[in-house]
């Protein structure tokens, strides 16, 4: 499966990758050239960087949509992040070929990269996928009073006393915070 995502990379960047690629097919030798000094120049940086420590404790994780969901053996962000600004530059493409839930590609986002990720794992991709979508902030609006609205119909026979059987204080108060009959610790 594959992850695409270029909504946010602005035309006029799009028109300069395209335009710098044609120079470079039409010049074999300066393209030659281009290649051999940007691996030179990505080797260095990345023996620098793998130097560097890239344990980012106590570095905040939880921003844009990357607490959206849960998920295995997560990269902190900025370990991506890091990668992303040093060694590439706006409008390039970023490949993470093992993208779990998309942390790289967010980052890819949000530095205004494209970000490409494939996964084996389907329930990756769909929270990869989540997180990478924009979302039409009315129209979600919309959809969250209809879904609350047949949830209130459907359960309003349930009482507060039942549902402490199964929820948290913190959570029942949620479901219902005009009639309170949980404490919250
Ligand atoms: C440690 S997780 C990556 C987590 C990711 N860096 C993040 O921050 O969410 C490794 C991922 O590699 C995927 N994977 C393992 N073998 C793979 C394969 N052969 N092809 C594609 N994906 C694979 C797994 O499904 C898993 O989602």
Same mark, same amino acid.
Request: without cysteine; positive net charge.
């Given at each position: 499966m594959l992850l695409k995502y270029?909504?946010?990379?602005p035309f006029t960047e799009a028109k300069n990758i395209h335009s710098r690629i044609e120079t470079f097919i039409s010049d074999t030798r300066a393209k030659k050239r281009y290649f051999q000094k940007r691996k030179l120049d990505t080797e260095e940086i990345l023996s620098y960087l793998l130097?560097?420590?890239?344990? #980012?404790?106590? =570095?905040?994780?939880?921003?844009?949509?990357?607490?959206m969901h849960a998920f295995a053996?997560? #990269?902190?962000? =900025?370990l991506p992040k890091l990668f992303i600004n040093e060694l590439t530059t706006t409008g390039e493409v970023v490949l993470d070929p093992?993208?779990?839930?998309?942390t790289t590609l967010v980052e890819a986002v949000l530095s205004n990269r494209y970000g490409i990720g494939t996964d084996i794992d389907p329930l990756a991709v769909m929270i990869a996928k989540v997180k990478l979508s924009s979302l039409n902030i009315s129209e979600t609006v919309k959809v969250a009073n209809s879904v609350l609205q047949q949830a209130k119909k459907r359960f309003s026979h349930i009482t507060d006393a039942q549902l402490c059987e199964f929820y948290s204080p913190e959570t029942t108060f949620c479901f219902n915070k005009r009639n309170r009959t949980c404490e919250i610790i």
């Open positions: 270029q909504e946010k990379l130097k560097r420590d890239l344990t #980012f404790k106590g =570095q905040k994780t939880n921003y844009a949509t990357h607490n053996a997560k #990269f902190p962000p =900025q093992m993208s779990g839930s998309g």
